[in-house]
C-alpha cells in the first residue's frame, strides 16, 4: 500500500473493495485487541492478492481462515497432526512436499512456547489451565523431534529450519508470514520476534515488510507464582516478510541455534 495519501493504492481487499483515495477509516493499524482471526485477514488485505497461491503449513484447526471465504485463496493447509491437516497426511513445516518456486504465501505459526518441545510429557505445557486454548489451537499434542536442541533453542531451531524451507518453495517475489511470541524461559527474557527477523534477514535473505501486535482481550491466568520477576506476556506478532525491496544497506547479526 503507498503511503502516499495522494496517490493511487493498490491494496486488494477479500471483499475485492479497493478504495482510490485512502481514509482514516480505511487505514490498517498495527495494534489490535482482537482474535488472531480478526487480525490475519487484516494482514492479507495490506499484503497477499487474493486468488494467491497460499500454503499454510501449520494449518491446526484452520483459526486464521475463519473469517476469509473459501475462494479468496488457492489454499494448502497442512499440519503435524494428521487429524488436523486438510490432506489427511502427517507434513513437517521443515520438509513440505512441494516444489521449489511455487508459491505466492507461506503461513507459519508452530508452538512457540518451549513447553511444547519438552522430552518430558509429563512436563509438556498446555495440558489444562491458561494454556488448554493454546494446545487446542496450535499443538499437536505430541512432543516434536527438535534434533539435540532443548528449550528457547529448539523453539529457535524450528522457526529457523521452517524459515528455511519456506524459503525453497516461495516464489521470488513471494511473502512468508510468520505468527510467534516471545517468552521467557529458564527465568531469561527471549525475545522471540527480534531473533526471528534477525535469522531470517542475515541467514536467508528477507526484509521484514511489516509487523502486527495482537493484544489478548482478557488476561493471562496465573497459580504458583509467588515473585514475578517478568511481565507477563499477553500480546503476539505476526511478521511479514519477502525478499523485494530490501533496503541493501540494512544488515543484522544472525542468531545461533543449537
Not at 3 to 24: F, I, R, Y
Not at 127 to 137: A, L, P, Q, V
Not at 180 to 202: C, G, K, M, P, R
Not at 230 to 247: E, G, Q, T, W
Request: charged residues 25%; glycine residues 8%; proline residues 5%.
Amino acid at each position: 500500500m503507498s503511503d502516499d495519501a495522494d496517490g493511487p493504492s493498490p491494496q486488494t481487499t477479500l471483499t475485492g473493495e479497493a478504495p482510490t483515495e485512502l481514509t482514516t477509516d480505511d487505514l490498517i493499524v498495527s495494534a489490535h485487541q482482537a482474535r488472531n482471526d480478526e487480525v490475519f485477514p487484516k494482514v492479507l488485505d495490506l499484503h497477499v492478492e487474493t486468488g494467491s497461491k497460499v500454503a499454510d503449513v501449520t494449518y491446526g484447526r484452520g483459526v486464521f481462515w475463519k473469517q476469509i471465504p473459501e475462494t479468496a485463496f488457492d489454499l494448502y493447509g497442512t499440519d503435524l497432526d494428521p487429524d488436523k491437516s486438510p490432506s489427511g497426511e502427517s507434513v513437517d513445516c521443515r520438509d513440505l512436499p512441494y516444489e521449489d518456486n511455487s508459491f505466492d504465501v507461506v503461513v507459519l505459526d508452530p508452538p512457540y512456547a518451549e513447553g511444547f518441545y519438552r522430552r518430558n510429557k509429563d512436563m509438556l505445557a498446555g495440558g489444562d489451565g491458561s494454556h488448554s486454548n493454546f494446545r487446542e489451537h496450535y499443538s499437536n499434542g505430541e512432543v516434536v523431534d527438535t534434533k539435540g536442541s532443548k528449550y528457547h533453542g529448539a523453539v529457535i531451531d524450528l522457526y529457523c529450519a521452517a524459515g528455511a524451507e519456506a524459503k525453497r518453495v516461495l516464489k521470488d517475489d513471494g511473502t512468508l508470514i510468520v505468527k510467534t511470541q516471545d517468552e521467557v524461559s529458564a527465568n531469561t527474557q527471549e525475545l522471540t520476534h527480534v531473533q526471528i527477523i534477525n535469522f531470517y534477514e542475515s541467514q536467508l535473505g528477507f526484509y521484514t515488510k511489516d509487523l502486527f501486535v495482537t493484544v489478548r482481550s482478557n488476561t493471562p491466568a496465573v497459580s504458583g507464582v509467588y515473585n514475578q520477576v517478568h511481565a507477563r506476556k499477553n500480546h503476539s506478532y505476526f511478521l511479514v516478510f519477502n525478499f523485494d525491496n530490501k533496503p541493501t544497506n540494512t544488515q543484522y547479526a544472525g542468531v545461533a541455534t543449537e
